[in-house]
């Protein structure tokens, strides 16, 4: 597994439940390290003991912390980039999903060996989506899940997401948006700004 996939899982539980739980987690995975480095690559076992060890010690499933990370990804003012590349698929929600498609690709031009799940956008109807995970790692689809929660708030748009589950490498989300503009969404501008 990429280290920026296991770098992601270290900062959630750092940022959410502080350092010290993280200690717990990694005494828990029987690791002989403390921390992730981005750019390593690891034996996927690494990431599900530390899954494992993380749905021990904070008494939560795996799905729903998976889907945590998710929205911490888009939503934690730490990592703004992430959320930044995001905004870029468009400017309503329904421009940014369908342009999921292009994401892992997209995602190759920064990180080339980032194995990212291919997504597969199906459009039912004006407001009614699915959209297929494909990967040889389980639980990418409640990353997803996650990821595009945040997002819906972020866009100012209220969907209701449900993970319908799948097998042999394949989830499948279902999406239903009810308003293109529940609420304000949060302040993009394309330019960054300097601090």
């Known amino acids: 597994m990429h280290g920026l996939i296991n770098r992601a899982i270290e900062r959630f539980v750092r940022d959410t439940y502080g350092r010290d739980t993280w200690q717990q987690v990694m005494r828990r995975a029987a690791l ?14 690494v990431t599900v ?35 930044r590349l995001l905004r870029f698929g468009g400017s309503t929600f329904t421009e940014f999903l369908h342009s999921l498609d292009d994401l892992p690709a997209r995602a190759r031009l920064a990180v080339s060996d980032l194995d990212l799940p291919q997504l597969e956008l199906r459009e039912h109807a004006a407001d009614s989506f699915s959209l297929i995970c494909q990967s040889r790692h389980a639980g990418f689809g409640h990353v997803i899940v996650g990821l595009l929660r945040a997002l ?44």
Do not use: W
Not at 160 to 189: N, T, W
């Open 32 to 45: 002989d390290y403390n921390e992730f480095e981005a750019m390593l690559t690891y034996d996927d076992h």
């Open 49 to 83: 003991d530390v899954l494992v060890a993380a749905q021990n010690v904070l008494d939560r499933p795996v799905a729903d912390i998976l889907e945590d990370i998710g929205t911490y990804l888009v939503s934690h003012p730490k990592v703004e980039a992430l959320r």
């Open 152 to 195: 819906a708030d972020d866009y100012g748009a209220l969907v209701l997401l449900e993970h319908k589950g799948g097998g042999a490498g394949r989830e499948i989300i279902e999406i239903q948006l009810l308003s293109m503009v529940y609420a304000s969404g949060r302040q993009f501008d394309l330019g960054a700004r300097a601090e």
